[in-house]
């Protein structure tokens, strides 16, 4: 009987290790969040119900579920059904989840509200206080797990995520490492 709980034990503590390396972010668990102001900015609560991969999630606003875009980045895809995955994509995926599912969150539009697939395109914020708050986008960039992409014309805050990108691609966080193995499929922006 005691053999027995040891093991459990063992296994309980193994699979909540795995777990945790699961959800840190590339680079030994180095997490560099994206923090910015957000006095003046006009954002909308939701929370998250579900997260389709890194960069897409589904959020309940005023009692209904909308699919979320995330604007100015790209996540390596970790299920998309005409695509290879890439390398990160499950990580980025676990990542966000993680991060956002079943928490509260800020959304802010730009230019154009919906893709052509009817997804909502949204700047998302976290840790909202005193004025300040984190610029998810800013960090899934900044840490590795994404790239800037653009599409005009939302592209309000392409110079800090473009920053943030250069910062994570001289470090060689995340994605940089073998971005060919990320992105085996589309080109990347400078």
Do not use: H
Request: proline content about 5%; charged content about 30%.
């Amino acid at each position: 009987m005691k053999q027995r709980i040891g093991w459990m034990i063992v296994v309980l503590l193994g699979v909540w290790l795995l777990a945790a390396c699961a959800a840190a972010p590339p680079d030994n668990g180095q997490e560099v969040k994206a923090v910015v102001e957000i006095k003046g900015k006009k954002l909308q609560k939701a929370t998250v119900t579900r997260v389709v991969d890194g960069d897409t999630i589904v959020a309940k606003v005023r009692g209904k579920d909308y699919k979320v875009r995330l604007i100015l980045v790209d996540t390596p895809e970790s299920k998309a059904p005409n695509r290879p995955k890439g390398y990160l994509g499950e990580e980025a995926k676990e990542y966000t989840t993680q991060r956002l599912e079943g928490k509260e969150i800020w959304l802010e539009k730009d230019v154009q509200p919906n893709d052509r697939y009817g997804r909502w395109l949204r700047y998302v914020y976290v840790d909202v206080n005193d004025g300040k708050g984190e610029f998810f986008n800013g960090t899934l960039v900044r840490s590795g797990l994404a790239r800037l992409a653009t599409f005009p014309p939302n592209v309000k805050y392409v110079d800090a995520i473009r920053e943030w990108q250069t910062e994570a691609r001289e470090a060689g966080r995340g994605v940089w490492k073998n971005m060919k193995e990320a992105f085996p499929d589309r080109e990347i922006e400078k």
